[in-house]
């Protein structure tokens, strides 16, 4: 069974560009979720999609932040403009859940993107 | 708001010694807790999934316990071995669906 894919795995920009990032989920899994990781802290959960509907993005910058999930699987996550604070890895994670009943939350993770923003 | 602590945040043991990790979280009401483990420039890779209503997991050498009244869960590792050297990090998802992690704990096992 193939794992989530994330690309790219590094990217270094300058502060106020843009950067996207784009993770496959695993075949199946309805449930996803983008996260970051700062160096030395644990993961942060930004944004968390079931199927193509955001379940939680209360800690997600949405000033600078954005992220889609088109069709319920493919999903893209945007900053515009980075700024220096946002050099972290982000982390990009899926599950079988289907509803609250669903007791399969294994998370699944991919490698993740290495962000430094200069 | 949620916190999540682990101590300690380093562990460095002999290859052969059983170990604790420890994970405490201040707000008792959660909706499950996963153990993970992350190796250096990879993702996260879950262990064991505990949910409110129980009380341990197990896996091969791992089990995790769960002590959801006192905001405590424990991780132990038997017979650890030098491939079991990552960070260890724990994870509680609360019943508003957000999910918080711990700092992690460094574990090295010398050969």
């Known amino acids: 069974e193939a794992g989530v894919a994330q690309s790219p795995r590094y990217k270094i920009i300058e502060k106020r560009q843009s950067v996207a990032f784009w993770c496959n989920p695993i075949?199946?899994?309805?449930?996803l979720y983008w996260y970051q990781q700062i160096l030395g802290q644990g993961p942060k959960l930004l944004i968390q999609?079931?199927?193509?509907?955001?379940?939680?993005d209360s800690q997600l910058p949405k000033d600078r932040f954005s992220a889609e999930r088109l069709k319920g699987v493919d999903s893209t996550l945007k900053i515009q403009p980075a700024k220096l604070e946002d050099s972290a890895v982000y982390l990009c994670?899926?599950?079988?859940?289907?509803?609250?009943?669903?007791?399969?939350?294994?998370?699944?993770f991919g490698p993740g993107t290495r962000l430094l923003v200069l | 708001k949620q916190e999540v602590t682990q101590i300690p945040a380093a562990l460095s043991v002999p290859e052969g010694e059983n170990l604790v990790l420890n994970c405490s979280f201040t707000?008792?009401?959660?909706?499950?807790l996963q153990w993970f483990r992350q190796d250096p420039g990879k993702g996260l890779t879950s262990l064991l999934l505990?949910?409110?209503?129980?009380r341990e997991q197990t896996s091969g050498r791992l089990n995790a316990s769960l002590d959801k009244s006192s905001g405590r869960s424990t991780l132990y590792i038997a017979a650890s071995q030098p491939g079991d050297s990552a960070t260890y990090l724990c994870?509680?998802?609360?019943?508003?669906?957000?999910?918080?992690f711990g700092t992690g704990t460094s574990l090295t096992v010398i050969p």
């Open positions: 994670a899926s599950s079988l859940v289907r509803g609250w009943a669903d007791l399969q939350e294994t998370q699944y």
């Open positions: 075949s199946g899994h309805a449930t």
């Open positions: 999609f079931q199927n193509n509907g955001v379940v939680d």
């Open positions: 707000d008792s009401a959660i909706y499950n």
């Open positions: 505990i949910q409110s209503s129980q």
């Open positions: 994870a509680v998802k609360d019943t508003g669906n957000q999910f918080y």
